[in-house]
DNA sequence: CGAGCCCTTGAAACTCGTCAATGATCGTGG
DNA sequence: CCACGATCATTGACGAGTTTCAAGGGCTCG
């Protein structure tokens, strides 16, 4: 648990230096550990919105149900990443939060947005972190919008990948990415039977491997090239992540 | 210029009293007015981001232009918006915005972000300013991700109208819309040629008129269900767009 | 009066979705 | 221990929605 915490103030640091007090806040806000099956809501559209968390283990997602039953997935939330550190300020939320595979949480006790909003630095930082979360949703947009299959698949691996190697997931180009290609259809808005298909054209043309949960990039290089990636909408370098001029003030 | 402030200052309280030091400082803060004829970029990817900013005339977009050129606007600016109040914070923005219609846009001081960081009511108002603006993004996504390009368009046009109705811009059923078939296409990621053809049923279907940068919606309920639209996510409702709880405390 | 932008229309090509069926794997219970 | 259902991956054939290419016309503005 000391292990997650370190890790996600370093992260929240990125955009900002917290003092003791603010680190504090934040290692004795985490109140209790919860884990969900595959399938499992998190939260669900309409909830009154509650606590912010923290994934500590495997993939959950943020989506809509449309009224024909399809599903829209809009976004991954990876180990490490902190979810809805300001999503107790819209009254009810318009999306659901649902696990993809066997998911462990811990949830930050009530106090936490109090203590948020008393420190002017703890509010910057997670203020940052939400926009960071919403450039990879532009990015979505863009990936959905106007590239074709076999980019938008490379596309998102390239993130996943990215995402996962900054929290120390990745070793010998490779990661548990523990989604189902029907996962994957519904975050790319194609159908389970294209992305099979493009799957094997991935495969085939050597830029990737992905099997039993386990995505291999040999070459990420050609991969990001092939796809179009380019990683500056994740902000992830630390130093030029943030503005100095706003540092300063 | 007091108007659109108060207006501002209104569509800020939705989400939590401001004290009158609060609102003082959003008035104070307002510097100069800028113009921008079509085309006209208002901030460019990769500039080192500044100052916040209102929308008070014009139409204006977000987006990003792809390697083959083509363009994906990311969300629509329209009168009475406000502006990247917390882009300062990331150090490079990662898209460009740029005046769809001749546009004059009101730059707030540059101490602005000092006096928001100061006042917790400023400070949480503009973040869940931003949530909304993110949740708009997300039913963007669904859009262009899951709907027939008839949709696509008919919810477009709702979102428009309803927003634009929510800041005093429609009457007698009808708003001005100054985006052309091409800024249309790129928001949605359909063609421009498709979107010349699926407006034409549109129009056929009784469902909207649009032509010569008007759009008259007879029937709003009408057309809302053709599109799929529900407006939850504009979070627009006085009241209802905040959640208690988090208020009071 | 010409240049540029926008709207309109037609025809052909293609990407991708849908429908349908088969296998593979796995956990559960009989 | 095996049968069963469930979930997921795979494959083929067909059809539909959209894109692309191409060309023409209207409008405004310099």
Redesign the interface.
């Known amino acids: 648990v000391t292990g997650i915490t370190a890790r996600l103030i370093a992260r929240l640091e990125q955009?900002g230096k917290l003092s003791v007090p603010d680190q504090q806040a934040i290692e004795e806000s985490i109140a209790i550990v919860r884990r969900f099956i595959p399938r499992d809501d998190l939260v669900k559209e309409g909830d009154?919105?509650d606590r912010a968390y923290v994934i500590t283990q495997g993939f959950a997602c943020?989506y809509?149900l449309?009224?024909d039953g399809?599903r829209?997935i809009?976004g991954l939330l990876l180990p490490g990443d902190l979810c809805d550190p300001?999503g107790?300020?819209?009254?009810?939320r318009?999306?659901s939060i649902s696990a993809l595979s066997s998911v462990e949480v811990l949830v930050m006790a009530s106090e936490f947005?109090?203590r948020v909003?008393?420190s002017?630095a703890l509010?910057?930082a997670l203020?940052?972190y939400?926009?960071?979360?919403?450039?990879i949703?532009?990015?979505?947009?863009?990936n959905?919008?106007?590239r074709t299959s076999f980019e938008r698949i490379g596309h998102l691996f390239c993130e996943i990948y990215t995402r996962l190697r900054a929290v120390g997931l990745v070793a010998n180009n490779a990661c548990e990415v523990p989604l189902t290609q029907l996962d994957i259809a519904d975050s790319?808005?194609l159908s389970a039977v294209h992305v099979n298909r493009t799957l094997m054209e991935l495969r085939r043309s050597g830029l990737l491997m992905f099997q039993n949960k386990e995505l291999l990039i040999e070459d990420f290089y050609a991969l990001a090239v092939a796809a179009?990636f380019d990683d500056?909408?994740l902000?992830l370098e630390r130093g030029?992540?943030?503005?100095?001029?706003?540092v300063a003030?």
Chains 1, 2 share one sequence.
């Open positions: 955009f009154l919105v943020r809509k449309l009224p399809r829209q809009l300001r107790l300020l819209l009254a009810r318009d999306h947005s109090e909003a008393r002017v509010s910057r203020s940052c939400a926009l960071v979360h919403e450039a949703l532009r990015e979505w947009l863009v959905v919008g106007h790319l808005a179009g500056t909408y902000h030029i992540a943030t503005n100095p001029e706003a003030s």
